[in-house]
């Protein structure tokens, strides 16, 4: 995969589902995925009692595959890697599927191992996160992938090889699955996750991977109508899958089919899967369960990247990477919005010796909204605040946790009181009260410090305070013109004001 502009298929033939996803990367833009099909195959339960696929499972595949190559020649994408993993895999006729395929459509198969499924899940995490230690569990249609890292680094990896198609194959005899079913699944899954004693209560965050863990997720922001958008790194508690589990309970297979955010083609083994990630959850003693969006396929593009260009890919820089893609999308450098940083950071630190503001636990935050602030210019001048915290709160971030994607966007986009009001009532249910303020004054700070910084030519180079009980007085040291610096910082000093309940002199 070139550096710029050429463009990557990934086939991803799994037990549940058939997915062709096309990516490209450059350094501003990062990862970028430009299509993706999905085909539900079901093909483990085409394996028969030989541990054959069967001719019919063949059929599916290779009319699937068909499709897919008629894509790629359509868009004209010709570097292709298709991957094959626990279906296939497990197949006892595995040699000859590969060879059929190859001679009907002259597409090669690779076959995934299982340490290398697990490996790809693991990688896929860590350049998409900014947890340092967590157990993976990529729960696919035939086989469940687990891997445990700390600071990031791999330390255990296991496959079992069980997923959400053959669990449902296995234990459920009809439509829903009953009472002495869940107690029969609870007994075999316990009896593999036994030995794995580097799971047991290790009070870690689960990152879970896959279809059915995405819908999971989906259920439950549905259910609490949460507010943002964007489900990569959402969180979950045991209470929670807790209770989806007896939401499902109560459900045939055709209102399961109509629960939000549950896809009607998962609905007939989400209960099996579910459960499954119940007695992880039990095992490891997990705080959390947090979706990744990032699993196989990325992985698999990640090692290929990483390769190629190592020093663009630092597994502790996950954030700082995210915020420089944001701003590659709109062609942004981001030493180009650090104008005038220095000078916004000694007021911000005398402010809080001053106890004017409390500070952000998070600082990095704090330089990522300054990078931000008022992206949405490049959508629109006339509604920048409001094209910023749309796109912030809409937007993937790798890294950031979804509150933290909302303070990032509240910062980022600060016009002023009201409008900051209006954009947190529809997210009162995701930031403390205690929380507002404090982003308020500093959403303030930045759009002062912002907003006289008029050229981004920065030719104002220091900044000095000094408090009495009538004013708070800036003053500031300039070299040549500072007209517009002037004239701009008269009409923001009401922001200064705001926060410090005094008046405020500016001095050039």
Not at 55 to 68: N, P, S
Not at 134 to 158: V, Y
Not at 172 to 197: P, S
Not at 224 to 239: C, D, F, S
Request: net charge negative; glycine share 4%.
């Amino acid at each position: 995969m070139n550096t710029m502009t050429n463009r990557k298929a990934i086939i991803d033939i799994g037990s549940n589902s058939i997915r062709l996803v096309i990516y490209s990367y450059n350094f501003l833009q990062g990862l970028v995925e430009h299509h993706n099909f999905k085909t539900v195959a079901r093909l483990s339960m085409y394996i028969d009692s030989t541990g054959k696929l069967t001719e019919d499972g063949i059929q599916i595949l290779l009319e699937t595959l068909t499709k897919f190559k008629e894509i790629l020649a359509d868009i004209q994408v010709q570097h292709v890697f298709a991957a094959a993993t626990a279906a296939i895999r497990q197949a006892e006729n595995k040699e000859e599927i590969l060879a059929y395929i190859e001679s009907k459509l002259g597409l090669s198969l690779t076959i995934i191992s299982t340490d290398d499924e697990a490996y790809y899940g693991y990688l896929a995490v860590i350049h998409s996160t900014s947890i340092e230690t967590a157990i993976t569990i990529d729960m696919g249609g035939g086989s469940t992938e687990i891997t445990l890292f700390e600071n990031k680094e791999l330390i255990h990896m296991h496959s079992i090889p069980f997923g959400a198609v053959s669990l449902t194959k296995k234990f459920m005899q009809n439509a829903e699955m009953t009472h002495q079913e869940k107690i029969q699944l609870r007994e075999y899954v316990n009896e593999h996750l036994r030995a794995l004693t580097w799971l047991h209560n290790v009070q870690i965050p689960i990152i879970a991977i896959g279809g059915s863990a995405r819908n999971i997720a989906q259920v439950d922001q549905q259910r609490k109508n949460y507010p943002l958008n964007g489900i990569h790194q959402y969180e979950l508690t045991a209470v929670d899958l807790q209770e989806i589990s007896s939401q499902f309970a109560h459900c045939s297979i055709n209102e399961l089919k109509k629960i939000d955010g549950l896809s009607s083609d998962r609905a007939d083994i989400i209960v099996p899967a579910l459960e499954t990630f119940r007695l992880f959850m039990d095992k490891v003693n997990a705080p959390s369960f947090i979706y990744s969006k990032r699993g196989l396929r990325e992985g698999i593009v990640f090692s290929q990247l990483v390769e190629k260009f190592p020093s663009e890919f630092h597994v502790h820089e996950v954030k700082q990477n995210a915020v420089r893609h944001v701003l590659g999308k709109f062609n942004v450098l981001e030493e180009d919005t650090l104008h005038l940083y220095a000078i916004f950071t000694s007021i911000y630190k005398q402010f809080i010796e001053w106890d004017y503001i409390e500070p952000l636990e998070n600082e990095q935050l704090l330089r990522y909204a300054y990078i931000l602030f008022y992206i949405g210019e490049h959508i629109d001048q006339d509604a920048v605040s409001q094209h910023t915290f749309y796109l912030l709160t809409n937007l993937t971030i790798d890294g950031l946790s979804n509150e933290d994607r909302l303070k990032l966007a509240l910062l980022a986009s600060y016009k002023n009181k009201d409008t900051f009001k209006q954009y947190v009532a529809a997210f009162e249910s995701v930031l403390q009260g205690n929380d507002l303020k404090k982003l308020r004054d500093i959403g303030a700070l930045i759009r002062f410090t912002k907003g006289i910084d008029v050229l981004g030519r920065s030719n104002i180079k220091e900044v000095s305070l000094t408090k009495s009980s009538e004013e708070i007085v800036l003053t500031f040291s300039v070299e040549g013109n500072y007209m517009l610096e002037k004239y701009q910082a008269e009409k923001l000093t009401k922001h200064l004001e705001k926060i410090v309940n005094n008046h405020v002199k500016i001095i050039f």
